[in-house]
């Protein structure tokens, strides 16, 4: 089963370095010092003289409570002060606020107003949640083309959020000509940098021979480094190759691990694969129960084969295994990444 994920989430952040300039260095010096009281000042007296830099540190100690109370209202209004004069730093976190609705209400139309400030100056941050906005028709008439070019100027500078999307848009033909090699080039840019999704797609492509041939020993090395991440999807690949012996000798005990870890995230390959071994007997005992429960969860999710196979587990079961393989299915719950 193919499964490509899209890397849909923006990020959206917050901005906390220093911007240091003149006075504001001896600001900077202060908190780094941990003396958050006499950085304060330093940077009220520039704020107050029109000190950009000092606006946008005064928000940051507002922003995170240092020094003085959180306030999100004033952390919004020094961010806008220093925005206003365009303090890059501040136009992206003037935007997250009203994305985030944070201190505000959420207001998107604003968002895009304070993101496009800052991704004209270059912000790749910005740049790229301008991509998502476009994508996804949120504070502005939806428009791949303005889309496209967001992530695409994001993505030449390096961010690897806007690489993986980029990605998956032309891995999908979405907003552009279909292209799978195009679409390993921002995987392989986004995987090298850590993005987890990346990873897992790129070892799609790998996989499955798009954009590349066929190699299985690749997409264990992408999937496991997805996997090490967390990423519940992944998880459930490495651990069917290692239970189908694809690129890497069989071991049911690390397809037990890896399976076993999906399926408590809640996905559902993870949970078929999972109920494979139970029923099979394969790197755990044995165990009719504990297969058709995970058939259950799996086949919830309208996952095909697990619906067949739990089907099959529950002919050779007793009326009492089957009420208590129902009950652990109904009482069970996802453990959710840490």
């Keep these: ?105 959420r207001d998107y139309a604003q968002g895009v107003k304070w993101y496009l400030l800052a991704a004209e100056q270059g912000d790749a941050n910005a740049q790229a949640n301008l991509g998502y906005l476009y994508a996804n028709g949120q504070g502005v008439s ?72 066929q190699d299985y020993k690749q997409a264990v090395k992408w999937y496991r480094k997805a996997a090490e991440q967390g990423a519940a999807a992944a998880q459930s690949k490495l651990g069917a190759m290692y239970f189908l012996g694809e690129g890497m000798p069989y071991d049911n005990g690390q397809a037990l691990r890896w399976c076993r870890r999906a399926a408590e995230q809640g996905d559902a390959q993870g949970q078929y694969c999972l109920g494979l071994l139970y029923a099979t007997g394969k790197g755990v005992p044995q165990n009719y129960i504990l297969a058709h429960m995970w058939f259950d969860l799996a086949a919830a999710a309208a996952h095909e084969d697990a619906i067949i196979h739990r089907e099959q587990a529950a002919t050779l079961m007793t009326a009492l295994q089957l009420l208590e393989a129902r009950k652990l299915a109904r009482e069970w719950k996802p453990t959710p990444l840490l």
């Design 142 to 213: 939806q428009d791949y083309t303005q889309a496209l070019n967001w992530y695409l100027k994001a993505a030449e500078q390096g961010y690897p959020n806007a690489q993986a999307k980029l990605g998956y848009w032309y891995s999908q033909g979405q907003g552009v000509p279909q292209d799978y090699g195009q679409a390993l080039k921002w995987y392989r840019n986004a995987a090298e940098q850590g993005d987890a999704i990346a990873q897992y797609n790129l070892g799609l492509a790998y996989y499955y021979g798009q954009g590349t041939p």
């Design 1 to 105: 089963m193919k499964k490509i994920i899209a890397a849909q989430t923006m990020l959206v952040t917050i901005f906390f370095g220093w911007a240091s300039a003149g006075a504001a260095n001896d600001g900077a010096a202060a908190f780094d010092a941990g003396n958050y009281a006499e950085a304060l000042t330093f940077f009220e007296q520039d704020a107050e003289r029109g000190d950009a830099n000092a606006q946008y540190n005064l928000g940051v100690m507002y922003d995170n409570g240092q020094g003085v109370p959180r306030d999100y209202l004033q952390a919004l209004n020094w961010y806008r002060k220093a925005a206003e004069q365009g303090q890059v730093k501040a136009q992206h976190n003037v935007a997250s606020f009203y994305i985030r609705g944070q201190g505000v209400p």
